[in-house]
């Protein structure tokens, strides 16, 4: 079997404005547990109920970075060689994670990228990370 990168989530409650324990969930449609995400709730690890629209899942990119940390989609990432902050997001197009250099609009594959990078932060907690390297 080849070596498969686990799939991990967590979760920001977009009203609250806060992390949720996401290492469990469970997400129903109409009384169905189902793993669609589009419709319907979520029960998380604290037994918190969200609604369709009131949470982020937020998924692991199967990468560490420089440091040993797990990279999450939406994180800050301090790139030391080209001396500049970038963002990690998922491309649609590709279905690939990228990392996207906050300074222009090149993007490249992160796993180019994720043993020189070192995170910062993510775009919900730390988003001036973006635009003070904009500047």
Not at 35 to 47: C, L, M, R, Y
Not at 67 to 76: L, R, Y
Not at 80 to 91: Q, R
């Amino acid at each position: 079997m080849a070596n498969m990168r686990p799939i991990e989530f967590r979760a920001w409650a977009t009203n609250e404005k806060r992390w949720i324990s996401a290492d469990k969930f469970i997400l129903w449609i109409d009384g169905e547990v189902t793993d669609i995400i589009e419709e319907g709730k979520a029960v998380f690890d604290d037994s918190t109920v969200f609604k369709k629209g009131t949470f982020e899942l937020i998924q692991y990119t199967g990468l560490r970075d420089k440091n040993g940390n797990k990279i999450f989609e939406g994180d800050i990432c301090w790139n030391e060689p080209n001396e500049l902050y970038g963002l990690v997001f998922y491309d649609e197009k590709t279905a690939k994670f990228k990392f996207r250099f906050s300074d222009e609009m090149r993007s490249s594959d992160l796993y180019e990228w994720s043993d020189e990078v070192e995170i910062r932060g993510n775009i919900h907690d730390n988003p001036e990370l973006l635009e003070e390297s904009a500047k």
